[in-house]
T-cell receptor, first 113, second 109 residues
Framework: EPEVTQTPSHQVTQMGQEVILRCVPI?????FYWYRQILGQKVEFLVS????????KSEIFDDQFSVERPDGSNFTLKIRSTKLEDSAMYFC???????????FGPGTRLTVL | EDQVTQSPEALRLQEGESSSLNCSYT??????LFWYRQDPGKGPEFLFT???AGEEKEKERLKATLTKKESFLHITAPKPEDSATYLC??????????FGAGTTVTVRA
């Protein structure tokens, strides 16, 4: 069964450093998303990406965040200068169509020290 | 602003003891309502999508229903492996999901 994969599973970084979280969406999906979940809190939408551009972003997704689809299979989230409050689980998701079911990856746990 | 409220926050059941979880929502326009299951430290696992009031979907011991203001997830004769956090999310447009805080279900053998 096709699934979304994410690497690394756990990333530890120092405050102010740049991190790149990687995702491989389901192969025939066209819509890609990043969400995050701070420990004990709700899953929060960050950004959606379609046709090589951002289709929607939340207030959380400020200038320190960027997304990219560098090739036909990978989808990345970059955080330019990490802050303590960026510590969270980051989930990638993909869907086959607009408004369709979103399938989530296992997540990357980001710890900022 | 979209609001999704799930109740109860936690539910402890005996194996075989059926129950229901509630998801009430306020959204400007509902494209779809989604139910997910989340195990500790894992990503949400898709269960159901409901698109219109009156719609019902079933999968094994789970059944989801939708009205104009809320959705219910019924768990019939639960087993310990049904223990998880169940998340409800609304989709107001083609893209983002707005999640509730979830109901954590614990089923004791």
């Amino acid at each position: 069964e096709p699934e979304v994969t994410q690497t690394p599973s756990h990333q530890v970084t120092q405050m102010g450093q740049e991190v790149i979280l990687r995702c491989v969406p389901i192969s025939n999906h066209l819509y890609f998303y990043w969400y995050r979940q701070i420990l004990g809190q709700k899953v929060e939408f960050l950004v959606s990406f379609y046709n090589n551009e951002i289709s929607e972003k939340s207030e959380i997704f400020d200038d320190q965040f960027s997304v990219e689809r560098p090739d036909g299979s990978n989808f990345t989230l970059k955080i330019r200068s990490t802050k303590l409050e960026d510590s969270a689980m980051y989930f990638c998701a993909s869907s086959g169509g607009a408004g369709g079911e979103q399938f989530f990856g296992p997540g990357t746990r980001l710890t900022v020290l | 602003e979209d609001q999704v409220t799930q109740s109860p926050e936690a539910l402890r059941l005996q194996e075989g003891e059926s129950s229901s979880l509630n998801c009430s929502y306020t959204v400007s326009g509902l494209r779809g309502l989604f139910w997910y299951r989340q195990d500790p430290g894992k990503g949400p696992e898709f269960l159901f999508t409901l698109y219109s009031a009156g719609e019902e979907k079933e999968k094994e011991r789970l059944k989801a229903t939708l009205t104009k203001k809320e959705s219910f997830l019924h768990i019939t004769a639960p087993k310990p492996e049904d223990s998880a956090t169940y998340l409800c999310a609304v989709q107001p447009n083609d893209y983002k999901l707005s999640f509730g805080a979830g109901t954590t279900v614990t089923v004791r053998a």
